[in-house]
């Protein structure tokens, strides 16, 4: 309102997009590379921006992911905001705001936002001047990400369990439309970190209201075809 | 970094307070006034305050609600961000925001917290010149409060309502040390907006594990005295 400028240089919106790819958990991010003192700098951070003038926050974080990967009418769930003043301490995260953004940049907020994706869903993943790919979620733990983006994407990894305690068929959504239960298994241990007993497994989920044994099994594959099941929406 | 200013006029924090008198869910209010075109004008609001250049959000939270309530080592915990451009629409809250920062003030994104409290917890009612309040939960929603904050508060029951389903002893924040299963039941079906079978409520309510009956009677009450009962954290 009193700004002159199109972008509100203070306030962002990142999104961490899970995915599954059958063995390991994936989150989509996007390269940046920019010439510094003669030297090429390459790094990665999540499909973020500064939020334009008069954009809600969850419109801007809509926006963001379709220009930097083409995703559309993705469910994006805000889950927290990350304001540390220290956020903006690394130079070359600062360098590289101000020449994207043409603007001086100070301190930046930025509101989070975490969806879940099946992983072969259509990604641009050679926009202009970006281009976004998958990285398995435990290797890029140890990778220095831009920003705080390693521990929002923590964080959102965090929230992501929290909410499947209460509302478990979200798990669905990483997994293809007709899935075995050993990629269900897969699916649930990667997220929970943990070991489940394949019998045991086996047992609990197909007594899961909303899971559906279909007359088809798996083709293709080099062991002993397992059975395909999919996702009831209605009996969720 | 790049801001003269103390205060960063983009971002600003507010807290949803709720406490239970033993029959109603309340929130806690700061009554605000000032004169507008020679006529006092007042209303309500969330203890809140734009962050200060240096400060990290949750620091920000607990500083105003300190600084406007008196209220120290609350648990705060942050729910959710507003940024709609339309938060500043009305003149009042823009008038009233420059006046109290002496700054021009255009939109701001504000970060929410909740904590819930108990009642007796004492309160500053009266700072240098804002008065707090509770105030009934049910009553307030139809109050025109300032900014989007009869929003806020409203998200802020519903967080409380799913954080509940995880963690069900949280409603235990809210009750005196020592209370009767009656009590308990109250707030619960204030909370969850249901109204709980006495019998079937007290049987349901025994069972928790960290439910502790004490060797002791209300006193001073009308009605046939009830058992009392504490919270065992311990066993949570």
């Given at each position: 309102m009193f700004s002159e400028n199109l972008y509100n240089p203070h306030i962002s919106v990142d999104c961490v997009v899970f995915g599954f790819d059958g063995e390991k958990l994936k989150v989509l991010l996007i390269e940046r590379s920019m010439n510094e003192q003669n030297e090429l700098y390459n790094d990665k951070k999540l499909p973020g921006s500064i939020i334009l003038n008069n954009e809600d926050l969850d419109d801007a974080a809509s926006r963001v992911l379709n220009e930097l990967t083409?995703?559309?009418n993705i469910y994006l769930s805000q889950f927290k905001s990350f304001g540390s003043p220290?956020?903006?301490?690394?130079p070359s995260d600062v360098l590289w705001l101000e020449r994207t953004t043409k603007m001086k940049i100070g301190r930046i907020v930025t509101v989070a936002y975490v969806a879940l994706i099946k992983i072969d869903r259509k990604i641009v993943f050679n926009a202009e001047d970006t281009s976004a790919n998958w990285y398995d979620v435990n290797e890029i733990a140890n990778v220095q990400l831009a920003f705080d983006h390693n521990r929002i994407i923590k964080d959102g990894l965090l929230h992501i369990r929290h909410r499947l305690d209460l509302?478990?068929?979200?798990?669905?959504?990483?997994?293809?439309n007709k899935f075995t239960i050993s990629q269900l298994r897969s699916l649930y241990d990667v997220v929970h970190q943990t070991r489940s007993d394949v019998r045991n497994f086996h047992k609990k989920a197909i007594q899961m209201p909303y899971l559906v044994m279909l007359d088809e099994l798996e083709e293709?594959?080099?062991?002993r075809a397992a059975r395909l099941y999919k996702f009831d929406k209605k009996k969720k």
């Open positions: 083409g995703l559309k220290l956020r903006t301490s690394n509302e478990p068929h979200l798990l669905f959504e990483l997994l293809p293709g594959v080099p062991h």
